[in-house]
């Protein structure tokens, strides 16, 4: 994939995409975070 030939468009969605993959994947740790689960150190 050439990013020099992908169009303002096609960024602008692969940076929705991430934005959204690394939101979603934080929101879950933190709705399925049980402290009871972590050893304390």
């Given amino acids: ?3 020099a030939q ?3 468009g096609q960024i ?4 929705i995409a ?6 979603g994947s934080f929101i879950w740790f933190i709705a399925t975070w049980d ?4 050893v304390p150190v």
């Fill in 1 to 3: 994939m050439d990013v």
């Fill in 6 to 8: 992908m169009t303002k």
């Fill in 12 to 15: 602008i969605l692969l940076i």
């Fill in 18 to 23: 991430f934005v959204t993959i690394t939101l």
């Fill in 35 to 38: 402290p009871a689960m972590r």
